[in-house]
């Protein structure tokens, strides 16, 4: 294996072992539902961070009953050089979760309000 493959080797490494958290409150909707194409979009370079997972909330496109307490997305890991992100969810309709501006913190762990 030659240095530079080692160097590859240890980036994918480091963003898949690095993951971002975001818990979400979604007010008084009846049902909601997260679509796959829902990005964390880095602003300064554009990269997309790729949904990896869920918890209390179906994907689209079955519905999950507002139970009040809310749900959690957890996402690749951002860019090192990251300092701001939107978390966008691209969907073929309107309506779709978004938050822009999110400042990034060091535990990559945010609460956000829909």
């Known amino acids: 294996m030659t240095e530079?493959?080692?160097?590859?080797?240890i980036k994918i490494l480091?963003?898949?072992?690095?993951q971002t958290?975001?818990?979400?409150?979604?007010g008084d909707?009846?049902?909601f539902r997260i679509w796959p194409s829902t990005f964390l979009i880095e602003i300064e370079t554009g990269?997309?961070?790729k949904l990896i997972t869920a918890f209390n909330i179906s994907f689209a496109p079955h519905w999950t009953l507002n139970d009040g307490k809310g749900f959690t997305l957890i996402f690749e890991g951002l860019s090192k050089s990251c300092r701001s992100f939107n978390l966008k969810e691209i969907i073929p309709q309107?309506?779709?979760f978004e938050v822009l501006n999110?400042?990034?913190n060091t535990m990559d762990v945010y609460h956000v309000n829909f």
């Open 21 to 26: 958290i975001v818990h979400c409150s979604c």
């Open 47 to 49: 990269r997309r961070s």
């Open 4 to 9: 530079t493959q080692e160097l590859t080797d």
């Open 94 to 96: 309107e309506g779709g």
């Open 14 to 18: 480091e963003c898949e072992e690095r």
């Open 102 to 104: 999110i400042q990034r």
């Open 29 to 31: 909707d009846y049902a």
